[in-house]
């Protein structure tokens, strides 16, 4: 069964900004650790984002901290990444994922997940 489905994603200009909603049918979604991870053409999947089931704790990679937003709404099981400022380096598909209660550095891993979605591809034209 399906238990992650990614949308918004689409194409935008360079500067433009986009939210990414990631539904979610799992039992266990208001006690995941959620997160985001993207992965461009002939590259390898990179982490963008994670947040903490309960929502108080945000982790943001390098290259997005200061652009993307990560929240979630646990009444409506979903997760979103508010996305401004977007680059064309951005441009890759996304996709959400799901794990266990976790918290701090693990969450930057991909191995902290055990249910992924689909993905949705965003591209940022220059």
């Known amino acids: 069964q399906v238990q992650l489905v990614e949308s918004g994603g689409g194409l935008v200009q360079a500067g433009g900004s986009l939210r990414l909603s990631c539904a979610a049918s799992?039992?266990?979604?208001?006690?995941?650790?959620m997160g985001w991870f993207r992965q461009a053409p002939g590259k390898e999947r990179e982490f963008v984002a994670a947040?903490?089931?309960?929502?108080?704790?945000?982790y943001y990679a390098d290259s997005v901290k200061g652009r993307f937003t990560i929240s979630r709404d646990n009444a409506k099981n979903t997760v979103y990444l508010q996305m401004n400022s977007l680059k064309p380096e951005d441009t890759a598909v996304y996709s959400c994922?799901?794990?266990?209660?976790?918290?701090?550095?693990?969450?930057?891993?991909?191995?902290?997940?055990?249910?992924w979605g689909q993905g949705t591809q965003v591209t940022v034209s220059s």
């Open positions: 947040i903490s089931w309960s929502g108080g704790s945000t």
């Open positions: 799992r039992r266990t979604f208001s006690r995941d650790s």
């Open positions: 994922a799901a794990g266990p209660a976790l918290y701090g550095s693990i969450l930057y891993d991909s191995v902290a997940y055990n249910c």
